[in-house]
């Protein structure tokens, strides 16, 4: 079987994301077509993954790789579990050589790059994505790292994977929020870069969302496609590469405004981008039609979950972004659908009113 390959190539990288249904099984096949040498391998996975699908995993390997488990639980993404995993990687015995593999979602998958990044100061990694948000997003592109006390992220590198296997069949066993949380970020790469996902999305939502493992292939490889294109564009983020945080402005402070409990991040940025497009229909940039599809496809993957927060602390919290540079606030606006661009020039006001038109919509939205 070949998937769907996917090439990303950068200035410092060049790997390709292969996607199929039933890939897993076949990951160790290529992991050995790719590293003939049959270096030392370390899979980092949860025990909840592992139990469901560590048994496909180990089907392709000649050597089964050392299992490293980490709890599931973005509360651990953090530099203390880096530290005792590197040492249970010297402790067995790993060396430059040895390959890394993340198994997992994307707050394993960000924490097994940045381990990567620095063991022995650097060694190789394979990503073997297992959500929607890490096949789509967080398993290309090569931005790696872990959350410090002060904010998320905040501590990282940027460490390409040598490859990555999105084996779309696991999404099967995934909790169904967690799928469509992690949809919301394939409609995000269809509004800023690429109409014609938008539109599959919009047509074969319930497909989709019911799980047709064709219908969610295709949507997987045509997010990867935009995700790759964006990053060969603009690798460590001056540009392009923004375009990607549609809705993540707000999306983000959301997400610290409710301490990160209350929704899931994809759901965050659902709500994020309403906003976004709510600022970019009163600038013109998108008709009221085009804004109004936007909305609806957005809800068809939601529902769009209820939080509290005040309009000002989320508007206070926007200009703390790590995107933002140098005191300007980075604010990314749909132009029509398929296109995107960066605007620097929101002012608080119109933030203002975009979050308490979105606040608004809330009692509404609690249900598809
Ligand atoms: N590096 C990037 O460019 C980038 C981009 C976006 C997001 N991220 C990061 O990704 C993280 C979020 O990743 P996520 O949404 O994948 O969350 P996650 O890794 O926490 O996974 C969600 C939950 O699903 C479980 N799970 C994973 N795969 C499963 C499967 N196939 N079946 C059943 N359960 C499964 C996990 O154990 C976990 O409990 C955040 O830390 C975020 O910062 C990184
Ligand atoms: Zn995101």
Redesign the pocket.
Known sequence: MTGTIIPVRTASASYDVEIAPGLLAEVGERVAALLPAGPRMFVVT?P??WA??GEAFLKGFATAPTVLEVP???QH?RLATVERLAEQMAEAGADRDSVLIAF???????MT?FLAAGYMRGIRYIQV??????QI?????????V?LAAG??LFGAFHHPLAVYADTA??????DA?LR??LQ?AVKAGIIRDRALFEYMDEHSETVLAGDVAALTHVIAESVRVKAKVVAADEKESGERML?NLGHTLGHAIEAATKYKAL???EAVAWGMLAAIGIAERRALVTTDEAERMGRVIRAYGPLKNFSANVGDLVALTAKDKKNRSGSRSFVLPIGIGDATVVRDVSPAELTDAAEAMMELRGEQVTA
């Open positions: 949860s909840g993954i469901l699908h599931a639980g973005e993404k997992s979602g994307g707050v394993l998958g960000d790059g994505p297992t959500t929607a948000l890490a997003d967080s398993a290309i592109g090569g931005k790696t790292g959350n998320k992220n696991v999404l099967a066993t995934l909790p967690e949380a992690g970020e990607l899931l991040h994809g």
